[in-house]
């Protein structure tokens, strides 16, 4: 899998906007951008995953650039339990390697 | 979504027992399952890729005698941590994949399994 490089943490007010940036300079044309977060002694948790255009869903959005080399995890009113670790992962499409290896992603905290 | 369930999710064992962890995918087959291992405030580390019916196949640097995996059904996974000693103690997580699923798709984990060796 590709790599893919994020700010070790940040921090954001409870009720604001989070946007958590990924930077993937070497994606190739095949790869999906997936994000997971990990919340405190839990395993990791699907959030959203895209390939080209922006997607939604229930938990947040995802913004891809146009020539996808860097996407943006965005929570659009962050609470104190989105204080986790997200993950950008790049996953092949049709990789037999299956497994996912994890960065260090960045840890979000959010301030009351 | 499919759920994938971890067995204990707290374990301590005396240093030289042996602990095993279940893995199990509650509502889907789960043909490939992945071990990983956490330290305190670091990433996760993939310890080994397991297939139903075949060994395991183990990262650089894990030992494959020492981490025994066994995958014997489409539902269960275990990981025996043999002869543990203290610097065993970490926080290990599974994951499954559905079978027939692409790479694409959302992966699955447990909620992971506390182990500490005293």
């Known amino acids: 899998d590709a790599k893919t490089t994020q700010p070790n943490s940040m921090e954001s007010n409870e009720e604001e906007p989070v946007h958590l940036p990924c930077n993937h300079s070497t994606i190739s044309g095949t790869d999906y951008i997936h994000w997971y977060r990990q919340l405190p002694s839990q395993g990791p948790e699907y959030v959203i995953h895209g390939l080209t255009s922006n997607v939604n869903n229930r938990m947040a959005s995802l913004a891809i650039a146009e020539d996808r080399k860097s996407s943006t995890l965005i929570l659009h009113r962050a609470t104190l339990r989105d204080a986790a670790v997200y993950y950008c992962i790049l996953r092949a499409r049709y990789s037999s390697a299956s497994k996912i290896i994890f960065g260090s992603g960045t840890r979000l905290s959010i301030r009351p | 979504g499919a759920v994938v369930s971890q067995h204990p999710s707290r374990v301590i064992c005396k240093s030289g027992t042996s602990v095993k962890i279940e893995c199990r995918s509650l509502?889907?087959?789960?043909?490939?399952m992945f071990w990983y291992r956490q330290f305190p405030k670091q990433s996760l580390m993939l310890m080994a890729t397991s297939n139903e019916g075949s060994k395991a196949t183990y990262e650089q640097g894990v030992e494959k005698d020492k981490f025994l995996i066994n995958h014997a059904s489409l539902t269960l996974s275990t990981l025996t941590v043999t002869s543990a000693h203290p610097e065993d103690s970490s926080f290990y997580i599974c994951?499954?994949?559905?079978?027939?699923?692409?790479?694409?798709?959302?992966?699955?984990f447990g909620q992971g399994t506390r182990l500490t060796v005293v």
């Open positions: 994951s499954a994949k559905g079978t027939g699923t692409g790479d694409e798709t959302e992966a699955f």
């Open positions: 509502d889907f087959q789960a043909t490939t």
